[in-house]
């Protein structure tokens, strides 16, 4: 962090001690917070397990034993299998691995388009912001899961196109925090400071503004991800997601729904999975807003 | 207590103290515990509710047969129906000329009592019976057949089943607007209790095509007229009110999207063998939700999740109904694709599919796994040629027709329908890659898109069914003719059609079956199509139902039905 500008008054100069970046202040307070540490680590395991899982795992998420069946969660199976004898555990992790790449890849679109779309349509104001925030609204005001498969009718169905398409309905509402954030900033003193020494535009937003708006975006980007994956959820429970045979959990779920009666066990891991990866991610998300908004935090 | 001794008792030990002292709670904090109170009296209120009679119970009593019935039916007017609901309602409401023996489907009289066939084969003589009537008491005559057959075939009414009067002469001219003149189509009503039907070629499975098919059932002219035109639709003749019928149960309400009440109809010429008094059919759009709604005693005949069934089949459960039907379940093969112009290839696919073991993991109780392409159970009709599980062979015509291991085999897409057999497809892609080292993409649509597609001929290999619109083994055959409006797969091939020519016009039944059984085993040879199952239909059917006639058209007659306590 190279231009921390300065937060609060009382910064009181202590020259001896050594003082704490803002990041290392952010980072003491997430520890303090047991849920967001909660919210860290098992997203960490859940991430590795998925990364890792399906490599060491002797079954291929793919594979079929048609003579097995659906059987409860055994030695040789943990999770149990489905009705073509697929090994659960391996389809989760498996899963798991799109439905995290799924909400990280179109987070992170949404991410870079709502940012740049907000802060310029905040830091030029006028005519510009007018014309940008309402083909905002407009967008809003499209039904979204229609707009989704639309383009997906239009573009045909692949996993990375999953991503944008996703990523191009979500940035809305990141444009308009950003927008907010950079009205009231822009009007701020070190602004005109750094404005009356000279500096260019895109200088001051990329340099100034943005990094003063980094806790609202991280907080916001930590609730897009779940809601990313509930909508790729959704996707796949319509068919519009991913393709068989690979799994997601939303196609997991969506199989294990039909079946709770006979097979359980096909719904309650991936729904024990699913949620638990949501609270985490929310937990995550609150403890990060706690910790990041400095004009909140007490010391 | 000993009356002798004198009341000694300390306060608190007189009797309602305790009580007053256990109440003592609810009199100080009245308003925290008077919602505990009821919500615990409601609780125990619970037991004696389950033992209040349910809709079940009611309709032992009343006979009285509530029937789940899937969704809302679209319309009642017999021409025009086309969905499943409607098909459930409409054969309580009318009747034809003839009915079906449930077990083998074969004509019994409806509302003619006898007929007699020319010994060519090419006119069919119905001599109806004089006590049959309308549900407002008029006599149903031949006349009223006449009508009815020339609105059903009028071409503004747009009726999709006139293909089932095509036997008859003049009749697909008439249905395409090519004849205007009805009195030169081959029907005719010498007096009002007979009926003559002429036809362009013999036709042996006539009779499977008129009996219980709604397209042929009369409707009552008066009520056509007053509400519009002969061939106009949505006229809102079939409004409960104004329905006038000919079957054994009359249409005494319809709440859309809630319930359809039919009352036994006293004019019913076979009244006195009518045993259910009313019967409630009830529009439920979700099988879950069906399925719950007779768990819950609301219903005695319901639809069911195939997934459940399968497992009610492993618990050998009494209310699971299973009926084989009349249909068949195939992938179509795009024979215009460079791929799969080659039959070897298309036979190394069908051989891969080991189906036995397939359906018995993806839907026991409703996949029967297909030998061929026509159902068993078909009238006058055995298999000859058997289509079986060989791997091995697959996997040398494969090397053969050169794509050795699968190596260099194109990745064709295997289209499906959402919400579909999802599940099927992928076992069928896995038997694919394993046996055969093809891979194939499977391509989920949205229904009418899958089906779109199929039309345009546009895709590689597509999940696909059929059901038989009547009891003849003509009813599949006739679908991969050269140039045939349902031939997805385009395959035009010259032996198939002789064979098929031949069957149309052979007088002796075993000459004909001869020919239709040379037909199939030449479509397996040449395999257009993959066959896969049999679907069955299942039904929940609660033990107070009896006589309830399951058959393979899943057309149910309800005459015969009656409630007794299990």
């Keep these: 962090m190279t231009s921390a500008p300065p937060t609060s008054p009382a910064a009181v100069p202590e020259p001896v001690e050594q003082g704490n970046s803002l990041w290392h202040d952010a980072w003491l307070r997430l520890r303090k917070n047991k849920l967001a540490t909660f919210g860290l680590v098992s997203l960490s395991v859940i991430a590795v397990a998925c990364l890792l899982g399906p490599l060491l795992s002797p079954y291929g998420y793919e594979e079929q034993n048609l003579d097995l069946g659906a059987s409860a969660p055994s030695a040789a199976h943990w999770l149990g299998t489905d009705t073509l004898g697929r090994d659960l555990l391996v389809r989760l992790l498996a899963g798991g691995r799109i439905s995290l790449a799924v909400g990280l890849a179109a987070t992170f679109v949404a991410l870079t388009i709502g940012v740049v779309y907000g802060a310029v349509a905040g830091f030029f ?74 500096l260019g535009r895109r200088r001051i937003i990329f340099r100034h503004i943005l990094p003063n708006m980094l806790g609202p975006i991280i907080v916001y980007t930590t609730l897009t991800i779940p809601g990313v994956m509930l909508l790729e959820a959704f996707l796949s429970f319509l068919g519009l997601g991913v393709q068989p045979p690979m799994s997601s959990w939303g196609v997991l779920i969506k199989d294990g729904a039909e079946k709770m009666e006979e097979f359980p066990w096909l719904l309650i891991f991936p729904g024990t999975m699913f949620s638990l990866t949501l609270f985490s991610l929310n937990f995550l998300g609150d403890g990060l807003r706690d910790a990041l908004d400095v004009r909140s935090s007490k010391d | 207590m000993l009356p002798t001794r004198p009341p000694a008792v300390r306060p608190s030990d007189r009797p309602g103290s305790r009580l007053r002292g256990l109440l003592r709670l609810s009199t100080r904090r009245k308003t925290a515990a008077l919602p505990l109170l009821a919500a615990l009296s409601g609780f125990l209120a619970l037991p004696s509710c389950a033992k209040r009679e349910t809709a079940v119970d009611v309709g032992l009593r009343t006979a009285t047969l509530e029937i789940g019935n899937t969704g809302e039916p679209g319309e009642l007017d017999p021409h025009i129906i086309n969905s499943a609901p409607d098909y459930q309602v409409v054969p309580a409401l009318f009747e034809g000329l ?42 149903c005559t031949a006349a009223d057949f006449l009508y009815s057959f020339r609105r059903a075939l009028s071409p503004a009414l747009g009726s999709q089943y006139t293909l089932l009067f095509h036997p008859v002469r003049g009749a697909a001219d008439y249905a395409s607007g090519k004849l205007t003149d009805f009195t030169a189509v081959g029907f005719a009503a010498p007096d009002p209790l007979t009926l003559v039907l002429t036809l362009a070629h013999p036709t042996p499975y006539l009779l499977g095509m008129i009996a219980g098919n709604p397209v042929w059932f009369p409707v009552h002219r008066a009520t056509i007229e007053r509400h519009g035109t002969i061939d106009q639709r949505g006229t809102g003749w079939t409004r409960a009110g104004h329905l006038v019928g000919n079957g054994a149960f009359l249409l005494t309400d319809w709440r859309p999207n809630q319930v359809i009440v039919a009352e036994k109809s006293p004019h019913y010429w076979d009244a006195a063998r009518v045993r259910l008094q009313t019967l409630r059919f009830h529009a439920i759009d979700s099988l879950d939700a069906e399925e719950r709604s007779f768990r819950a005693g609301q219903l005695h005949v319901a639809h069911l999740p195939p997934a459940k069934a399968t497992a009610l089949l492993a618990a050998k459960s009494p209310l699971l109904q299973i009926t084989p039907g009349l249909n068949s379940a195939f992938i179509n093969v795009n024979t215009t694709r460079p791929a799969l112009h080659d039959a070897r290839i298309r036979r190394a696919l069908a051989l891969a599919l ?84 093809v891979q194939i993409a499977i391509v989920n649509r949205e229904s009418r898109t899958h089906w779109d597609q199929m039309h345009a001929k546009n895709y590689d290999l597509a999940l696909a069914g059929w059901n038989a619109d009547y009891p003849d083994a003509s009813t599949f055959l006739d679908l991969w003719k050269s140039g045939g409006g349902w031939n997805f797969s385009q395959w035009n091939d010259a032996r198939y059609d002789a064979l098929l020519a031949l069957a149309a016009t052979a007088l002796d039944p075993a000459a004909r079956l001869a020919h239709l059984q040379a037909g199939e085993a030449r479509l397996l040879e040449e395999m257009p199509v993959i ?32 409630l007794a306590a299990p």
Excluded: C
């Design chain 2, 531 to 562: 066959p896969l199952s049999f679907d069955r239909f299942l039904r929940l059917v609660h033990p107070s139902v009896r006589g309830w006639p399951a058959n393979s058209t899943d057309r149910p007659d309800y005459r015969p039905i009656w």
């Design chain 1, 125 to 198: 104001g006028g005519k510009l912001d007018a014309v940008m925030m309402r083909s905002v609204d407009i967008m809003y005001s499209m039904p979204f899961p229609i707009f989704v498969i639309l383009l997906m009718v239009l573009f045909g169905r692949n996993i990375i196109l999953l991503f944008v398409a996703i990523g191009a309905v979500e940035w809305l509402t990141m444009a308009r925090i950003v927008r907010g954030q950079v009205l009231s900033i822009k009007k701020m003193e070190f602004i005109e400071a750094a404005r009356s020494l000279g």
């Design chain 2, 98 to 139: 003839l009915n079906f023996e449930p077990a083998t489907l074969a004509p019994t009289p409806g509302v003619a009592e006898r007929w007699t066939i020319s010994p060519d084969g090419l006119t069919y003589t119905f001599h109806l019976r004089p006590n049959a009537k309308w549900s407002n008491g008029d006599a």
């Design chain 2, 354 to 437: 080991d189906l036995p073991r397939i359906a018995a993991s993806v839907n026991s109780a409703r996949m029967l796994p297909a030998d061929g392409i026509i159902p068993p159970g078909m009238a006058g009709y055995t298999r000859a040629a058997r289509l079986a599980s060989d791997p091995a062979t697959a996997r040398t015509l494969l090397a053969a027709a050169g794509f050795p291991g699968g190596a260099g085999f194109p990745k064709l897409e295997l289209s499906t329908a959402t919400g579909g057999a999802h599940e099927l497809a992928q076992a069928i892609q896995h038997s694919w890659r394993t046996e055969l080292g």
